[in-house]
């Protein structure tokens, strides 16, 4: 199983304040069966450049790389980062740098606002001119203000994926809506958007229980075969 959206570099956003915390949010995530983990810091053009950032990114990660070299059982860990949406998303320089693992999907964290015409012609420009797939990040944060049925029908054609936090299936108000876009096949990734050990910690484990308590094997049909395409795309250390 691959959690391709957490906060667990130190030191470096809202997440993880240090390495401690950082080794201690990798051995939760392989006691619940993930195996794989993608690091995705916050990634504001407004706040940063780019250049910074990925030396910022680098920096944390050899921090925690060098603690984490004599664990025995641990996940493995792909660099990639959650890319705040902005109108020149699609012609960042060196955008390839902040893809999952040096793949070509990219973790969008979109405007908590309704979305027009130019934010999917964005994510069209990103799949179609520059051949990488947006991935959306967190999707039902932004049901409350936008059509669910309309903009998933959009999202896909635009070339974008979608993926939903693990709490969005424990929810008690939002289980159904989770499940049944999970059904319909439109979830291509879980994550647990984990930030630290307490009020933000990994959840991987139960958001997949609920997937195969309710839908079965089957309800993961989709979502294991964009993991492992994605696998075969990753650098993972």
């Not at 902005?86 to 973790?107: K, M, R």
């Not at 994926?161 to 289980?175: A, E």
Request: aromatic share 8%; glycine share 6%; proline share 4%.
């Amino acid at each position: 199983m691959i959690d391709i959206h957490t906060h667990i570099l130190p030191e470096l956003d809202d997440g993880s304040r240090n390495v401690d915390e950082s080794i201690v949010m990798l051995g939760m995530l392989s006691d619940q069966g993930v195996d794989t983990v993608v690091a995705t810091p916050h990634f504001y053009i407004d706040k940063t450049n780019p250049r910074d950032f990925l030396q910022s990114r680098n920096e944390s990660f050899q921090k925690l790389k060098k603690q984490i070299e004599g664990m025995e059982q641990r996940p493995g860990i792909a660099l990639g980062a959650e890319v705040q949406f902005y109108n020149e998303l699609s012609s960042l320089d060196g955008i390839e740098q902040f893809c999952l693992g040096e793949s070509n999907y990219i973790l969008v964290e979109m405007p908590f606002a309704p979305w027009n015409g130019y934010v999917y012609q964005t994510l069209n420009n990103l799949s179609a001119s520059r051949r990488i797939t947006p991935v959306i990040a967190h999707f039902e944060r932004y049901l409350d203000f936008m059509n669910e049925k309309e903009t998933v029908l959009k999202l896909k054609e635009a070339g974008a994926l979608i993926q939903i936090n693990c709490s969005f299936l424990t929810d008690r108000s939002g289980k159904r809506k989770a499940l049944n876009l999970v059904k319909k096949g439109e979830i291509s990734f879980l994550g647990s958007d984990c930030h630290n050990t307490t009020s933000r910690p990994p959840d991987m484990n139960e958001g997949a229980e609920v997937i195969r308590k309710k839908l079965g094997d089957n309800g993961f049909e989709r979502i294991e075969y964009r993991e492992n395409k994605l696998m075969q795309k990753m650098l993972i250390y």
